[in-house]
């Protein structure tokens, strides 16, 4: 589940004018984290996520952009069709996207 980090995180140091948000992994530590710059009203997308360690942020709201980021494991070729599905749902919104993270 992507949440804010606590305002004692590390990540947060020197970043106050950012909102971060990561989602992660049930088992095993790691996961998914964004920081997005607070004027740009960022907003956590659930319905767009995938089975894959996905986070997906809307930025604005008049003409929203997606911001996509996530991380396929090394040597799990099984993890591109949670990847490819989560491409899907983005391009099916109409509106520019961008994808980012660690894909091996």
Known sequence: MA??????????????????F?????SNG???????????????RPDLETDCESLVIQLGSCRPV?????????HQNMAMQPIADLIRRLHATGRPYL???DLN
């Open 30 to 44: 790691g996961g998914v984290a964004c920081a997005v710059r607070a004027s740009l009203r960022p907003v956590h």
């Open 66 to 74: 997606y911001l996509a980021t996530c991380y396929r494991p090394p």
């Open 99 to 101: 994808l980012t993270g």
């Open 3 to 20: 949440h804010n980090l606590p305002s004692d995180s590390e990540l947060q140091a020197g970043l106050s004018d950012y909102c971060w």
């Open 22 to 26: 990561r989602r992660d992994r049930t």
